[in-house]
């Protein structure tokens, strides 16, 4: 079975630095784009990045551009995400996905606190 489990998660200061992980298995990862998502308190659930199968394309939301890097590791089975220069506004549960099916997969989700 399909299975996704984020780690690295945790509390930062603003301008701080984080790397999440994700763990895949139970599909065949490098068939597939992978992404990350985060969802903050009381909003809904958005996109932060996307990396794609074959050529690793990546996509970023806006207010994360230049500060957030996705990449991935097919021989590991890894989706990882670099965050740099941390905001508040970046204080979430951050998700990762594989788009399998028709609502996909969700890893459990890692909580990512931005606080002086």
């Known amino acids: 079975q399909v299975q996704l489990v984020e780690s690295g998660g945790g509390l930062v200061q603003p301008g701080g630095s984080l790397r999440l992980s994700c763990a895949a298995s139970?599909?065949?990862?490098?068939?597939?784009?992978m992404y990350w998502y985060r969802q903050a308190p009381g909003k809904e659930r958005e996109i932060v990045a996307r990396?794609?199968?074959?050529?690793?394309?990546?996509y970023y939301r806006d207010s994360v551009k230049g500060r957030f890097t996705i990449s991935r590791d097919d021989t590991e089975s890894t989706v990882t995400l670099q965050m740099n220069d941390l905001e508040a506004e970046d204080t979430a549960v951050y998700y990762c996905?594989?788009?399998?099916?028709?609502?996909?997969?969700w890893g459990q989700g890692t909580q990512v606190t931005v606080s002086s």
């Open positions: 990396i794609s199968n074959v050529g690793g394309e990546t």
């Open positions: 996905n594989v788009p399998i099916g028709d609502s996909g997969y």
């Open positions: 139970g599909f065949t990862f490098s068939r597939y784009y």
